[in-house]
């Protein structure tokens, strides 16, 4: 069953990566620098693209990121690991806020392509999270399609993202 709360603050996220939000030992975000979410504007058991439901927040980009500088010298870019890995974060984010145990883990993803960058000019990412499929055996499986917008257009793009929990062996 759903937590019946439909958006997230910083404060509610930083809680979730603390394990404070879903228990201990189920789904958390990682910490900063980790953290590629700020704030969950929208989540839905219904909806979405495939109608299985839905998740969508925000990342606040500033020029001092920790990526920036290293990333590359002289055409600083963010790393399209990292938004890629922030799908998978509210993927495992999405199956904690179902009620599901059990500690997140990202499993693969089918396609993945990038048709533009996040640089230190850009202001504000959205993803958005489309589910297809909720499994609930000894893992319980999360499968989703996946987007990212910066500063309103659509520069990725993911299919079948798979995040499972696991539960302790002690649970």
């Known amino acids: ?4 709360k ?7 996220i930083i ?12 789904a ?26 839905y998740i969508r927040a925000e990342f606040d980009v500033t020029p001092d990121l920790w990526f920036f500088p290293c990333h590359f010298v002289g055409n600083p870019v963010m790393p399209g690991c990292l938004g890629l890995d922030g799908m998978w974060q509210l993927t495992g984010f ?10 997140g ?13 996040v640089t230190p000019e850009t202001k504000l990412l959205e993803y958005g999270i489309d589910f297809k499929r909720v499994m609930r055996g000894r893992l319980v499986l999360g499968i989703a399609d996946g987007w990212l917008k910066a500063d309103g257009e659509t520069i ?16």
């Not at 069953?1 to 019946?4: H, I, K």
């Not at 620098?33 to 219904?46: G, Y």
């Open 6 to 12: 439909t958006s997230f603050d910083y404060d509610d």
């Open 105 to 117: 883990m990202a499993l693969s993803t089918g396609e993945v392509k990038f048709k533009g960058m």
């Open 156 to 171: 990725y793009r993911a299919s079948d993202l798979r995040v499972g929990l696991a539960q302790d062996k002690a649970d």
């Open 28 to 53: 958390q975000l990682p910490l900063p620098p980790m953290l590629m979410v700020h704030r969950i504007t929208d989540v839905s058991e219904t909806g979405g693209a495939h109608g299985k439901g």
């Open 94 to 103: 999405y199956l904690g806020w179902l009620g599901e145990k059990g500690r």
């Open 1 to 4: 069953m759903a937590t019946a």
């Open 15 to 26: 809680a979730c990566a603390n394990g404070q939000l879903f228990g201990e030992g189920n």
